[in-house]
Each structure stands twice: as C-alpha cells, then as structure tokens.
C-alpha cells in the first residue's frame, strides 16, 4: 500500500515540477530525495501511532505497566547508531 499508492502520490507532487513545485512560484530543492522519503515516513508513522493509540493500561493503572526490555533497547541503539555511521559517510 505504502509503496504503491502513498508514496508515488507525494512524489509526483514534489519532484518533476508537481503542485508543490510550483506552489508561491518559490520551488522546490531535495537534496537525493531525503525530503520526500523523510516526510512520508514521518507522517506515515504518526498515522499508525494516531491509529494504534497507547498501550491498554498505560495510563489507567501506571504502577502495573511492565517495562521494556534493555538488553532488546541497547541492541537497537547499536543497530540504528552502526546504520548512521554506515550511511552517512558514504553521502
């Protein structure tokens, strides 16, 4: 769905002189495309947290709530942090 429909649809109105482009006659500049693919993840991620909401008793009883998991919050900061300096020297 994402890659179908959502995210051509925003592109064509960035890239190749869409809507967006021309909007205010100002333009529009993206550096590699990092604009359009961040902007649509961002939204699309508020939409899912939007939909799915807060956890079922988060709020209601906090003292109950479980914690996370720190061998599993360590494990995805080293993987985010190697994919960052993976990435961004190469760019």
Do not use: K, Q
Request: aromatic share 16%; glycine share 18%; with cysteine.
């Amino acid at each position: 769905l994402m890659t179908s429909f959502i995210y051509p649809m925003v592109v064509a109105s960035t890239w190749g002189g869409g809507w967006l482009a021309s909007l205010y006659g100002v333009g529009y500049m993206d550096f590699a495309g990092s604009g359009v693919v961040h902007l649509t993840g961002g939204i699309s991620g508020l939409v899912g947290t939007t939909i799915l909401g807060a956890r079922t008793g988060r709020f209601t009883n906090p003292e109950e709530f479980e914690c996370h998991n720190l061998p599993l919050v360590v494990l995805g900061t080293f993987a985010l942090w190697f994919g960052w300096y993976g990435f961004n020297p190469g760019s």
